[in-house]
């Protein structure tokens, strides 16, 4: 599976509610096609993406796990169903904290199989909005294999959709 639940729409209202102010850094991971990447620049942010698979100029060949880039030089990190897809949520979570700036916000919308919260608190982030997508990722899923999407992904047991928005808590740095 290529894209994700709800579409740019999705990605729009997910921007919204994190509230970023203008001209925000932000790194979108697992970015794709570049579309979350081309709708942030055209809000006005920095934005740059990341994939192992790049499918767009706009997005540059990386591993979200080990990004290479430095630490706290992102206002924001945006993910849409990378994180999951990765294999390594705790990896991809603590990367996400190093690359954002102490405050810095995750803009997330992802596939869990627990709740989340325990996951991302002790990754060193305060949720600020979460909101559960299931239905949604339930008919994407549906449409997906309906389709015969080739590389719908088999997921076992029960899984949620969510969408959150988190804030970095504590600073790394020297005191
Ligand atoms: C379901 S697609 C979502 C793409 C995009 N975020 C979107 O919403 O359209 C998952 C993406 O995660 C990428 N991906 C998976 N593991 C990755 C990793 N370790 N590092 C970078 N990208 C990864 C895949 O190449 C794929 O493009």
Same mark, same amino acid.
């Given at each position: 599976?290529?894209?994700?639940?709800? &579409?740019?729409?999705?990605?729009?209202?997910?921007?919204?509610?994190?509230?970023?102010?203008?001209?925000?850094?932000?790194?979108?991971?697992?970015?794709?096609?570049?579309?979350?990447? $081309?709708?942030?620049?055209?809000?006005?942010?920095?934005?740059?993406?990341?994939?192992?698979?790049?499918?767009?100029?706009?997005?540059?060949?990386?591993?979200?796990?080990?990004?290479?880039?430095?630490?706290?030089?992102?206002?924001?990190?945006?993910?849409?169903?990378?994180?999951?897809?990765?294999?390594?949520?705790?990896?991809?979570?603590?990367?996400?904290?190093?690359?954002?700036?102490?405050?810095?916000?995750?803009?997330?919308?992802?596939?869990?199989?627990?709740?989340?919260?325990?996951?991302? =608190?002790?990754?060193?982030?305060?949720?600020?909005? $979460? =909101?559960?997508?299931?239905?949604?990722?339930? =008919?994407?899923?549906?449409?997906?294999?309906?389709?015969?999407? &080739?590389?719908?992904?088999?997921?076992?047991?029960?899984?949620?959709?969510?969408?959150?928005?988190? =804030?970095?808590?504590?600073?790394?740095?020297?005191?």
């Amino acid at each position: 599976m290529k894209g994700h639940p709800g &579409g740019g729409g999705h990605t729009r209202r997910l921007i919204d509610l994190a509230a970023l102010p203008p001209g925000e850094r932000v790194l979108d991971l697992g970015a794709g096609a570049g579309e979350a990447v $081309a709708l942030l620049r055209s809000l006005g942010c920095e934005a740059q993406g990341l994939d192992l698979e790049p499918r767009s100029p706009l997005v540059a060949c990386g591993d979200l796990l080990r990004t290479g880039l430095p630490s706290e030089s992102f206002g924001a990190v945006l993910s849409q169903c990378a994180f999951f897809a990765s294999g390594d949520v705790p990896g991809a979570l603590a990367e996400s904290r190093r690359l954002l700036r102490p405050g810095g916000r995750l803009l997330l919308s992802d596939l869990f199989f627990e709740p989340p919260e325990p996951l991302i =608190e002790k990754a060193g982030f305060r949720i600020l909005y $979460a =909101e559960d997508m299931t239905a949604l990722w339930r =008919e994407y899923y549906l449409e997906a294999l309906w389709r015969g999407d &080739g590389d719908c992904p088999t997921v076992r047991g029960k899984c949620a959709y969510w969408l959150l928005i988190c =804030e970095k808590e504590g600073n790394d740095g020297p005191v």
